[in-house]
């Protein structure tokens, strides 16, 4: 049972919190690829899409630092391109075009966005219908009394013949809150799960071994980014 609470805690706060960083991400993604893309033919986009794809990785830490907790399992480390010792700046700060993960990392920020505001918005509904539902016994008198008027409860409850007693109306709601906090771990963990293991396959798919720091692998990327930094120097 502790597992179960501490299991349902984590997919909660991972669904609650993942919006947050989802949303300036799904922005960075859209301006700055929009942007960058958009005025690339005449060079000056080129170091914009930099720009968002070093920005991208702040906040991919950040999703991946929350994954770990809802899969139970570590997640291996990014493993970015790096640019030779030697390389100028320029090179330096272009370095991110010719990486696999940091495009992969603007690809998160896209198709996570919709699945987190899914998350988060059922996680939210749900946590406050079981709560409300629950502890109906405890507050719906007030309203009752302030109102004058039911909050159409009393139509089930006379359907079922129980009457329109406050007693009926209460033990409804907290049968429909009992029902809901039973579906409450199973559905928030699919949620999370969901969304948790697409961002395992974007954000860490990449491992040491695959990334991209050897010369055979990046050598047309680098001579790519060569060419793009002799453009823009002249």
Request: aromatic fraction near 10%; hydrophobic fraction near 50%.
């Amino acid at each position: 049972m502790n597992k179960i609470f501490k299991q349902l805690g984590a997919d909660s706060g991972y669904l609650l919190s993942a919006f947050p960083i989802a949303l300036p991400a799904f922005v960075i993604t859209v301006t700055g690829f929009s942007v960058g893309l958009g005025t690339a033919v005449i060079w000056i986009g080129v170091p914009i899409l930099a720009a968002t794809l070093f920005a991208m990785r702040g906040l991919a830490a950040a999703g991946r630092s929350q994954l770990p907790a809802v899969l139970n399992r570590p997640v291996p480390p990014a493993h970015y391109k790096r640019a030779p010792e030697s390389a100028s700046a320029l090179r330096r700060y272009l370095t991110p075009l010719a990486d696999g993960q940091s495009w992969m990392n603007l690809l998160w920020g896209l198709v996570n966005f919709p699945l987190a505001i899914l998350g988060f918005t059922v996680a939210l509904s749900w946590w406050a219908a079981t709560l409300a539902s629950l502890t109906y016994p405890l507050y719906a008198w007030v309203i009752r009394r302030a109102t004058g008027e039911g909050e159409g409860l009393e139509y089930a409850t006379r359907w079922l013949g129980w009457g329109d007693s406050y007693a009926a109306l209460s033990t409804l709601a907290v049968l429909g809150g009992l029902v809901m906090a039973l579906l409450l771990p199973l559905i928030l963990r699919g949620l999370a799960l969901t969304q948790a293991w697409l961002a395992r396959g974007l954000l860490a798919s990449i491992s040491e071994a695959d990334a991209p720091h050897g010369p055979v692998r990046t050598r047309e990327f680098g001579d790519e980014v060569t060419r793009v930094q002799e453009r823009l120097a002249t």
